[in-house]
């Protein structure tokens, strides 16, 4: 217990300086960090402003409220020593300080195979079906499917496992005491029954839209494959795929309408390599090593829910991408040079870079910095 006292700890002064304060857990543990003076800190390679300043502050009061919250609603809190820290997320880049798990959380282990099942808010009715179906019979076979719990497709991905009796995994873009969308209370519900919710992101936390790409990396770290039902061209869902194929996974399209701007991004996964899906064997065949069973579900019915909306990008957003690749026209930045510059909170920049490097408006060079595409100058 007195351990994650100190990772929450420094959890919470790390903030938006993840990158500096990753530095130093590659040398010292939580408590060390705790028990060092700021000039020790310094010398430690802190960067001096808001991390040092913030690591420096040992008041413990805040972590003790957070445990003292969890250990109120039976809330597990992880941190990477920890025996319950999903051991896949150890191997990413910038994994989790903590992870709140709320559900039946035992029952997700790191035996069982999982996949992520993962599209479009606005899907639709087609991709609706086809993520029920594929969730459904994954699950039927004993596999955990692992998704958002946003609109569209994640939704029907978790309710096919439900259905089928099944685990699911809903990786949440603000805290576990939270549901977003609020439609999906219900929901919910019925994933902690025989699964869980899970996020890094503290209790109260609003579901802010910089933190769903720091979601998406969770989603395709736990999953040993992904399965991406409808994309567009530039999307979460995209920055799901391209991380994971940076963390080495099985990355797997269903192909789609060539005319729908929902298919664009499948289709072109499945050009550039992705396994394409047209049925729950095309998945199964690409992890041997893993034992399915083949339990007795009845068949589940017709019962796909109507296609969702998402909100569409707002002025600011459209704003924030404009400032940035000003910023960034001549001179490679990091996310924390851009958004010294421009005001913008780092979670917010983080974002947008992701984005414009998908997009092909940004390139992403060493020492994480970021620089406009020189044909675009």
Same mark, same amino acid.
């Given at each position: 217990?007195?351990?994650?006292?100190?990772?929450?700890?420094?959890?919470?002064?790390?903030?938006?300086?993840?990158?500096?304060?990753?530095?130093?857990?590659?040398?010292?543990?939580?408590?060390?960090?705790?028990?060092?003076?700021?000039?020790?800190?310094?010398?430690?390679?802190?960067?001096?402003?808001?991390?040092?300043?913030?690591?420096?502050?040992?008041?413990?009061?805040?972590?003790?409220?957070?445990?003292?919250?969890?250990?109120?609603?039976?809330?597990?809190?992880?941190?990477?020593?920890?025996?319950?820290?999903?051991?896949?997320?150890?191997?990413?880049?910038?994994?989790?300080?903590?992870?709140?798990?709320?559900?039946?959380?035992?029952?997700?282990?790191?035996?069982?195979?999982?996949?992520?099942?993962?599209?479009?808010?606005?899907?639709?009715?087609?991709?609706? *079906?086809? &993520?029920? $179906?594929?969730?459904? +019979? /994954?699950?039927?076979?004993?596999?955990? #499917?692992? =998704?958002?719990?946003?609109? @569209?497709?994640?939704?029907?991905?978790?309710?096919?496992?439900?259905?089928?009796?099944?685990?699911?995994?809903?990786?949440?873009?603000?805290?576990?005491?939270?549901?977003?969308?609020?439609?999906?209370?219900?929901?919910?519900?019925?994933?902690?029954?025989?699964?869980?919710?899970?996020?890094?992101?503290?209790?109260?936390?609003?579901?802010?839209?910089?933190?769903?790409?720091?979601?998406?990396?969770?989603?395709?770290?736990?999953?040993?494959?992904?399965?991406?039902?409808?994309?567009?061209?530039?999307?979460?869902?995209?920055?799901?795929? *391209?991380? &994971?194929? $940076?963390?080495?996974? +099985? /990355?797997?399209?269903?192909?789609?309408? #060539?005319? =729908?701007?929902?298919?664009? @991004?499948?289709?072109?996964?499945?050009?550039?390599?992705?396994?394409?899906?047209?049925?729950?064997?095309?998945?199964?065949?690409?992890?041997?090593?893993?034992?399915?069973?083949?339990?007795?579900?009845?068949?589940?019915?017709?019962?796909?829910?109507?296609?969702?909306?998402?909100?569409?990008?707002?002025?600011?957003?459209?704003?924030?991408?404009?400032?940035?690749?000003?910023?960034?026209?001549?001179?490679?930045?990091?996310?924390?040079?851009?958004?010294?510059?421009?005001?913008?909170?780092?979670?917010?920049?983080?974002?947008?870079?992701?984005?414009?490097?998908?997009?092909?408006?940004?390139?992403?060079?060493?020492?994480?910095?970021? #620089?406009?595409?020189?044909?675009?100058?």
């Amino acid at each position: 217990m007195e351990n994650i006292l100190y990772w929450l700890w420094f959890s919470f002064a790390a903030g938006k300086q993840r990158v500096s304060a990753n530095r130093l857990l590659e040398i010292f543990s939580p408590e060390q960090i705790y028990k060092m003076s700021k000039e020790e800190l310094r010398r430690a390679g802190a960067e001096e402003g808001e991390l040092l300043d913030a690591l420096s502050n040992k008041d413990l009061k805040p972590s003790e409220t957070e445990l003292a919250i969890a250990n109120k609603y039976n809330i597990q809190l992880v941190c990477p020593d920890d025996e319950k820290y999903p051991e896949d997320l150890r191997n990413i880049d910038d994994p989790p300080y903590v992870i709140y798990r709320r559900g039946t959380s035992d029952e997700t282990g790191d035996d069982r195979l999982r996949i992520a099942i993962v599209g479009s808010r606005r899907a639709s009715e087609y991709g609706l *079906k086809i &993520a029920y $179906e594929l969730a459904f +019979e /994954l699950a039927k076979r004993g596999i955990v #499917i692992v =998704s958002g719990m946003a609109t @569209g497709i994640d939704s029907a991905a978790h309710d096919g496992a439900v259905d089928a009796g099944g685990k699911t995994i809903a990786v949440l873009g603000c805290g576990v005491n939270l549901v977003y969308p609020k439609e999906n209370s219900t929901r919910m519900v019925n994933i902690m029954k025989n699964g869980e919710v899970m996020s890094e992101f503290p209790f109260d936390t609003p579901p802010y839209k910089w933190n769903f790409p720091q979601r998406n990396r969770m989603i395709s770290g736990l999953a040993h494959g992904v399965i991406v039902v409808e994309a567009e061209e530039i999307s979460g869902t995209a920055i799901t795929a *391209k991380l &994971a194929l $940076e963390q080495g996974k +099985e /990355l797997f399209a269903v192909p789609g309408n #060539i005319n =729908s701007p929902n298919s664009v @991004g499948t289709n072109r996964l499945i050009k550039n390599g992705a396994y394409m899906v047209t049925c729950v064997d095309d998945v199964l065949e690409q992890f041997d090593g893993f034992e399915f069973e083949n339990n007795d579900t009845p068949e589940y019915e017709e019962n796909i829910k109507t296609a969702y909306t998402e909100p569409q990008e707002s002025g600011d957003e459209v704003m924030a991408e404009k400032i940035i690749l000003d910023t960034i026209r001549v001179d490679a930045l990091t996310t924390e040079e851009i958004s010294a510059k421009t005001g913008l909170d780092l979670p917010q920049v983080n974002s947008v870079v992701t984005l414009l490097e998908i997009s092909g408006l940004a390139d992403a060079l060493p020492g994480h910095k970021y #620089i406009k595409t020189s044909k675009l100058k």
